[in-house]
């Protein structure tokens, strides 16, 4: 896994800025790692926003939800460089699903060198949006 310090100095020099976090890492590891590149980021002026999918009865309550209203407004109108973290998309990983199709819309269109993003799920999920020529986000992310 890539360390904070070395996401946050080259996070934003990829195409698109699009992370997944899954692969070996535990969930325990994963909460670690979006814990302490949240609090890093906060002490060098990158803004921050997120949004835990599993906080929410279903995807449309999410996508309702302050959180989500802060998200759109970390990758639409990003003054300076901003994460956005989306923690337990699994929900997200069918390939009929509106909502990925929605954020990926939101993402390409409006992402920047200005916008990182995080995404957090169990592999399978990750495996499933990311990776399957399908789905929404099909070859879409770095892996870190």
Known sequence: ?????????????????????FSESTEGERVSFVSKVTSAAKEINITTAQIDFQQFASL????????WQQVIQSITVPALRSLVIFKNVDAMAQFDCPHAYTLRTILTTAINENVA?????????????????????????FPL
């Open 60 to 67: 449309d309550e999410a996508f309702q939800s302050d959180d």
């Open 1 to 21: 896994m890539i360390s904070v310090d070395r996401f946050l100095k080259v996070g934003w020099d990829m195409p698109d800025s699009i992370f997944t976090l």
């Open 117 to 141: 993003a995080i995404f957090t799920a169990a592999e399978a999920a990750i495996h499933t949006m990311f990776n399957d020529s399908r789905a929404p986000f099909y070859s879409s992310h």
